[in-house]
């Protein structure tokens, strides 16, 4: 139990931070570079989304399993480590220089390519970040994850302090942080790679990707829900259309990752009490779905009624359309965190299929939605789609969850 509870405090900072640095990052570039680099920004920060979990095949919640429950580790993290560096990385590559030819209406900028880097970096970062936490070293990984954020956050400072910095200048810095970051962890945390025996490995491990493919098709389908929405901003409208949407989207993210971030510990108890006493499982989420609905109220009170206060005095002036955008974005709280919620609660109980179907179904109704609304409302489109992909999900999940045996015998009792 001492175990468990370190390892959530650990994994509920992790996330507080990233949280945080993702925040200020958006904050200081929408008001230090502009409202148009923040549209770059999060273009591309989509783009990688999206290509990672398309390039990492299932890949790494497939190892992450074998090496959390294998007495010896290394070869298991070898095998990780190297698929992602030798398949996933020169794929993502391609891929994210692919989608962002064509999606944008000028030539590739250096820009691009210096963020297609950057997320490219900080990705790997968090894949070694999850082979601690599998590990049950969720210390090591929040402290070896704080080299890139405190770097992240000196940088910003100077530019404050200083303005000596362009765009392009401040990312690559932010590239050699997580460079060093990289370096630190796979020198002296993690075990040695060996690329020898990965090359004549190869065709074992697109084996492997062939099996483990499927598992990572939720992981697919939920970051094309979340955002698709800022590419076809980026297609559709322009670049600072899409650094409003991201500034209106960033605020809102505040109050969904909070409550994501105590889901992952209800989590790892709830699938406990499904494999010792269900009656208590049942009860247990009684208690956290009752709590977690008027967080979602309130936060849903607070964003709206904040808006505009926070807009202004965070952002700036540039951002003044990002207000009516976080008020839309509102409405969407209550079936996000729920949500989610409840498709942690078909994994707990081992209804993967379930996750899988409900993720593409939030894919195909927000890319539809995004398509067939971006003419008419343009920059609203996206918050229609959003509301219209999370309640649906949750709809069907409800339903689903009530339909597993288990549930229907107990949950009304």
Not at 34 to 52: N, P, Q
Not at 121 to 128: A, D, E, G, S
Not at 198 to 207: F, G, P
Not at 325 to 346: A, K, N, T, Y
Request: proline content about 1%; some cysteine.
């Amino acid at each position: 139990m001492k175990v468990l509870i370190n390892n959530s405090i650990w994994s509920i900072l992790e996330m507080a931070t990233n949280a945080i640095l993702s925040f200020g990052l958006s904050v200081f570039i929408g008001r230090f570079y502009g409202i148009e680099d923040l549209g770059v920004y999060s273009f591309v920060a989509s783009t990688s989304a999206i290509v990672v979990a398309m390039s990492n095949f299932g890949v790494t919640p497939y190892y992450i399993k074998c090496i959390a429950q294998s007495s010896s580790a290394r070869h298991h993290i070898n095998e990780l480590i190297n698929i992602r560096l030798l398949i996933s990385t020169p794929l993502y590559a391609i891929m994210t220089v692919v989608i962002i030819l064509s999606m944008i209406k000028d030539s590739l900028k250096f820009d691009h390519i210096s963020l297609l880097v950057l997320f490219g970096l900080v990705n790997i970062n968090m894949l070694l970040a999850s082979v601690f936490n599998s590990q049950q070293r969720n210390g090591e990984s929040f402290v070896c994850s704080l080299m890139y954020k405190l770097g992240a956050f000196l940088v910003m400072l100077l530019v404050i302090l200083h303005d000596a910095l362009g765009f392009s200048q401040f990312i690559i810095l932010l590239c050699l942080i997580a460079i060093t970051q990289t370096y630190f962890v796979l020198r002296y945390k993690m075990v040695g790679i060996d690329l020898k025996s990965s090359r004549r490995r190869l065709l074992a491990r697109i084996i492997t990707i062939r099996k483990t493919f499927a598992i990572g098709l939720a992981g697919i389908f939920e970051a094309i829900t979340n955002r698709i929405d800022i590419l076809i901003i980026g297609y559709f409208i322009s670049e600072s259309s899409m650094g409003a949407y991201s500034a209106a989207y960033s605020y809102f993210m505040i109050y969904i990752l909070f409550s994501l971030a105590l889901t992952k510990v209800f989590f790892a108890r709830f699938s406990f009490y499904c494999r010792t006493n269900i009656k208590l499982a049942i009860r247990f989420l009684k208690i956290y779905a009752t709590l977690s609905f008027f967080y979602a109220l309130f936060a849903s009170v607070i964003l709206y009624a904040s808006a505009e206060i926070f807009i202004k005095y965070v952002y700036g002036e540039e951002f003044t359309s990002s207000t009516e955008l976080v008020r839309g974005l509102s409405f969407c709280v209550m079936p996000m965190i729920m949500g989610r919620l409840f498709g942690h609660v078909m994994n707990a109980v081992g209804s993967f299929n379930y996750a899988i179907y409900t993720a593409a179904l939030g894919a195909i109704v927000s890319v539809f939605c995004n398509l067939a609304l971006i003419g008419e409302y343009q920059i609203w489109a996206p918050v229609y789609a959003t509301f219209a992909a999370e309640m649906i999900v949750l709809l069907v999940l409800l339903f689903l969850v009530f339909k597993v045996k288990i549930f229907r015998r107990n949950i009304c009792t």
